[in-house]
T-cell receptor
């Protein structure tokens, strides 16, 4: 079975500072990886995805993530955050035996302070 | 021109009642899903339908019954509501369940059972 671990439940960060959200997954076969963002009282929106190819993936709103197969990680980064980046961020994995069933991590709440 | 819309946005009801949540997508997608997000923000898939056919049915009490009259609609009916059913329920859709395409989420239905 696949699983996703987001190591930080909360990340406070000052505006214009960089942020990194950690995500590790467990799977014995090739997987597809996603980061979603959930703003307050809204549904989830796709930030970026890794399906194949370059391990550095660029997404919307200045976010990027790097797939590291040997470390089974897919960490999300942004070099300079804005107040509007305050949200819950979810890492997710699909593929392999689970097919298109998306397994989510527990989420990381990012709180951007002025 | 909302892509995935679900109604109602809020639902407050008493234990033992029966309630339904409706979902519609206008993206032309073949696959639709129901996810449950608990109070700790943990997201878990409940059901998935591809072109009106049930393809994923996780370990969910049989008080929960999804219905897909056509591929653009996936409704969720819940019988004999219990306190533990309180959560936010998200509907989502994707282009095709076989291609690991990203999910598009609705804004959620917050169900409170008293």
């Amino acid at each position: 079975a696949q699983s996703v671990t987001q190591l930080d439940s909360q990340v406070p960060v000052f505006e214009e500072a960089p942020v990194e959200l950690r995500c590790n997954y467990s799977s014995s076969v090739s997987v597809y990886l996603f980061w979603y963002v959930q703003y307050p009282n809204q549904g989830l929106q796709l930030l970026l995805k890794y399906l194949s190819g370059s391990t550095l993936v660029k997404g919307i709103n200045g976010f990027e993530a790097e797939f590291n197969k040997s470390q089974t990680s897919f960490h999300l980064r942004k070099p300079s955050v804005h107040i509007s980046d305050t949200a819950e961020y979810f890492c997710a994995v699909s593929g392999g035996a689970a097919g298109n069933k998306l397994t989510f991590g527990g989420g990381t709440r990012v709180l951007v302070k002025p | 021109d909302t892509a995935v819309s679900q109604t109602p946005k809020y639902l407050v009801t008493q234990m033992g009642n029966d309630k339904s949540i409706k979902c519609e997508q206008n993206l032309g997608h073949d696959t639709m899903y129901w996810y449950k997000q608990d109070s700790k923000k943990f997201l878990k898939i409940m059901f998935s339908y591809n072109n009106k056919e049930l393809i994923i049915n996780e370990t969910v009490p049989n008080r929960f019954s999804p219905k897909s009259p056509d591929k653009a609609h996936l409704n969720l009916h819940i019988n004999s509501l219990e306190l533990g059913d309180s959560a936010v329920y998200f509907c989502a859709s994707s282009q095709d369940h076989r291609t690991n395409s990203p999910l598009h989420f609705g804004n959620g239905t917050r169900l409170t059972v008293t």
